[in-house]
């Protein structure tokens, strides 16, 4: 076991990869001798040669189209999106292309690929760096949606992406980069795409969450203890598909839900975890099923992300509400 | 503009006549005569309503076929919407494109050894991917290209410039060919750019642009035999431009060609027919005649037949077919769903 941030557990991930199939490529922008504009790609180019780590034109477009002639030719890009609020410029060839491929070519065409790409609010970047967009993503069927919020869960979760057969949007949390250390295995383990994990156990309130949320709400769920309320924190590891079997079951227990997440009310996916709570538990439920999300517009001028961004206050809040009811 | 033969069929251009035999050369003609038999009859289908979704080809025979015919099986096709009849050649089988028309999936299911995606109808997002199909064929050693079409008006798109863009800065195995008809749907390829040909877009990536005369089978030929070589020994991609016309509207689907272009036009473009001038050439030579032809015809429309009957009688698709090509291993949401439309289909 090593102590690494969720960056190095991410390289290492790419490292194990890169030297256990050698169809695996990394490409993206400055992604090559420059090892990425966070490092995770640090070294990887040195270490496995300019034909399996390199750097692209400028172009989101051009590198999602990459990535699909390259996985044609049988090899297993996981090409680098700089900050997912480039995404834009690439949503054709990730929605309208590589996600229909197995369906479009009734199974003779696969696009095993992995889109890296981070996001996440807290570090003042400028415009569309930190926007959450993974509700674009959850919505396109033939897509899954990883996103880590450990160290330990990064390097699982990357390798099974890369391992998958079909497409993985797989989405890296700019505040959870460096924020905290973690004991990570060395060599190989996956961790399976699908499944949330308990990251706190708790009987009165469950709350549903990923990405930075998860430890806003651990602190959140901290203060709530306090107070005598024992608040269990499902981590969703992936967003789309949602693991629903360990959200009954955690509903099951505590009758009480929230859902927390950082993108706007109108965004994200908390509206479909809270549907599918509700056609699946609701005789379980001891009170409605309230989101913590941020308010609907566009992402804040960067001085004002403290504003404007959930925080663990805002999940005391809603805890209480739920508790209350 | 790169050019062959004249309308009247005749030589304009012997040095950089292409090295075809005899049989080469009749091939050609019964594929380029098949296509138009193909075209005429799939129209008819599709007024019937046997067919779905049609884009007709004929004018463009000497365009898609010539450019083919510089292939081998070992080079991968990434066609536009349009470019049904080079899937054909290159090993699809006719009731499989019938199908792709009707909207059946099968039709989309290449053969083993068919190297060749399904028509894209995302106009540009053929040509970024073409970049990584040449790029992974650079990568893998082989002697193969990834070649890929797309229109005029295609040329507006930012996938169109970012994939040739891409293609040359990886020095990949590309060919990228604009069919050049004139119109994109009602607008006219002037409306499309200021830019006096659109090979010289080529520039903008800094590869090999040829504006080629798109009627004349025997210089898109060439044209494509060249780019081909040049692709395969590393020195990196090229754009072919072919200056063509479609006859027929732009799809099926209601398009009507007389509200934006006029007879005089369609009539001066009839003379350039490129069945026409090469049927010209060969008979010169002693290579064709009416009876070769009608030959053609009838096994066109024998094949067709057949092709349109197997298609007609291909199993019709059921939700459970489409819910198990969506993922190797399908997520819980999915697996719900199967349970419940097999219940449904098994009622």
């Keep these: ?325 | 503009m790169f050019q062959i033969l004249n309308e009247d069929g005749e030589v304009v251009n012997k040095d950089d006549m292409p090295n075809l035999s005899d049989d080469e050369l009749k091939e050609l003609m019964r594929r380029m005569v098949y296509t138009r038999i193909l075209d005429q009859r799939s129209i008819a289908l599709n007024r019937q309503g046997r067919l779905g979704f049609y884009a007709p080809t004929a004018g463009q025979e000497a365009s898609q076929l010539g450019s083919h015919f510089a292939l081998e099986k070992d080079d991968f096709i990434l066609p536009g919407y349009r470019d049904v009849p080079q899937l054909i050649w290159h090993g699809l089988p006719l009731y499989q494109a019938f199908l792709f028309s009707k909207g059946h999936f099968h039709g989309n299911q290449m053969p083993e050894g068919v190297h060749a995606l399904p028509p894209q109808i995302i106009i540009g997002a053929q040509y970024v991917q073409a970049a990584g199909v040449g790029l992974g064929l650079k990568m893998r050693g082989k002697k193969a290209v990834a070649i890929t079409y797309t229109g005029d008006g295609g040329t507006s798109q930012g996938d169109f410039y970012e994939g040739m863009n891409f293609a040359g800065a990886y020095g990949a195995h590309n060919i990228f060919i604009v069919q050049n008809n004139g119109f994109a749907i009602s607008v006219p390829r002037e409306k499309q750019t200021a830019a006096k040909t659109l090979a010289q877009k080529a520039v903008a990536a800094g590869i090999e642009g040829l504006q080629v005369d798109g009627m004349d089978v025997l210089a898109v030929y060439a044209a494509t035999k060249h780019a081909r070589e040049r692709a395969i020994a590393g020195e990196g991609p090229m754009l072919i431009e072919t200056i063509t016309y479609r006859y027929g509207p732009h799809t099926m689907a209601g398009d009507d060609p007389t509200r934006y272009r006029s007879a005089d036009l369609d009539s001066e473009w009839e003379k350039k027919d490129p069945l026409v001038r090469f049927r010209k050439f060969l008979e010169g030579k002693n290579l064709w005649s009416e009876e070769a032809e009608n030959e053609v015809i009838d096994k066109a429309k024998e094949d067709i037949k057949e092709a349109i009957k197997k298609a007609d009688q291909y199993p019709k698709q059921k939700v459970t077919d489409f819910i198990s090509n969506m993922f190797e291993t399908l997520p819980n949401n999915l697996v719900e769903q199967m349970e419940e439309y097999k219940a449904k289909e098994s009622k």
Excluded: C
């Design chain 1, 1 to 325: 076991m090593a102590q690494m941030t969720m960056i190095q557990a991410i390289t290492d991930a790419l490292r194990v990869e890169l030297k256990k199939d050698e169809n695996v490529l990394v490409f993206g922008e400055d992604v090559g001798q420059n090892g990425g504009v966070f490092r995770a790609t640090e070294g990887l180019q040195k270490e496995f040669g300019e034909d399996r780590v390199f750097d692209t034109p400028l172009a989101e477009s051009g590198i999602g189209g990459l990535a699909i002639g390259l996985a044609l030719q049988g090899y297993r890009p996981v090409p680098e999106i700089q900050f997912f609020g480039f995404v834009y410029e690439v949503i054709d060839s990730i929605s309208g292309q590589m996600a229909r491929m197995r369906y479009r070519s009734g199974g003779t065409q696969t696009a095993p690929i992995t889109v890296r790409s981070p996001f996440g609010g807290g570090v003042h970047t400028p415009e569309l760096h930190a926007d959450s967009l993974e509700g674009l993503m959850a919505q396109q069927p033939g897509l899954k949606v990883v996103i880590p919020s450990t160290p330990y869960d990064a390097k699982g979760l990357l390798i099974s992406a890369i391992r998958d057969n079909d497409p993985v949007i797989y989405l890296e949390h700019m505040k959870l980069y460096r924020s905290f250390r973690g004991e990570v295995p060395e060599g190989e383990y996956t961790i399976e795409i699908g499944k949330a994990d308990v990251k706190r156990e708790g009987k009165d309130v469950t709350i549903v969450t990923y990405g930075a949320m998860v430890h806003a709400s651990l602190k959140a769920a901290e203060e709530l203890e306090k107070n005598g309320i024992d608040v269990e924190v499902i981590d969703l590891r992936t967003v789309s598909p949602i693991d629903m079997e360990t959200i009954l079951e955690s509903v099951k227990k505590t009758n009480r839900v929230v859902v927390v997440q950082e993108a706007q009310r109108q965004a994200g996916i908390a509206a479909n975890v809270v549907a599918e709570i509700q056609e699946r538990a609701i005789l379980h439920l001891e009170a409605p099923v309230l989101r913590v999300t941020a308010p609907d517009t566009v992402y804040p001028f960067s001085e004002a992300e403290e504003v404007w961004l959930p925080n663990y206050n805002d999940i005391i809040e809603k805890v209480n509400t739920v508790v209350n009811f």
